[in-house]
């Protein structure tokens, strides 16, 4: 199908509007400010005080606020999870997997570890360190026995409607 010739010039405006706010939102990042908004839109959180040494962070999945943090360097995971809001419900803190670029010599290396953050008292400050540009990734609880009664509750519900119909349709 063809586009019209006057669809084009708004659809083309409405992607420069919104680039436009794209690089807005960014600029007030990069500048300091705070930019937040819904779940589905990246956000920029800066949270540090006048002087203090910062490094950038992600924050992933299963948190109230994801997004890129700046915060400072002494920061551990626990305060990131809680600078972003907390864990939601569904969040599954079993496996929490961090994301880490490490330079080795000439060439980057990635390496990926899980943390079980529902023990921290089994965990030492160590594990809990954060490095600049670190990628945190909460995902959410797998399937369980709770999914698994709301599945069979709503087959049994479709069932019962479908003998219902078919009761009735069969005695007209």
Do not use: H
């Not at 807005?24 to 500048?31: F, K, P, R, S």
């Not at 399937?143 to 009664?149: C, I, T």
């Amino acid at each position: 199908m063809k586009p019209s010739c006057g669809l084009f010039p708004i659809l083309l405006g409405a992607m420069i509007f919104c680039s436009a706010g794209n690089v807005a939102a960014q600029l007030e990042g990069n500048l300091g400010g705070q930019s937040s908004g819904s779940t589905a839109a990246a956000a920029y959180y800066y949270i540090s005080k006048t002087g203090e040494i910062t490094m950038p962070l992600n924050l992933w999945g299963m948190v109230k606020n994801p997004g890129r943090y700046e915060v400072p360097i002494s920061t551990d995971l626990i305060q990131l999870v809680s600078f972003a809001g907390g864990p939601l419900g569904e969040a599954d803190l079993s496996s929490v997997k961090i994301t880490r670029i490490e330079r080795r010599d000439d060439s980057f290396k990635k390496v990926e570890f899980t943390l079980d953050l529902r023990y921290l008292d089994k965990l030492d400050s160590q594990a809990l360190s954060l490095r600049p540009g670190d990628t945190i990734y909460i995902q959410p609880k797998g399937f369980g026995a709770a999914d698994l009664l709301t599945y069979l509750t709503t087959v049994a519900v479709l069932l019962s409607a479908l003998a219902n119909v078919y009761w009735v349709a069969r005695t007209l």
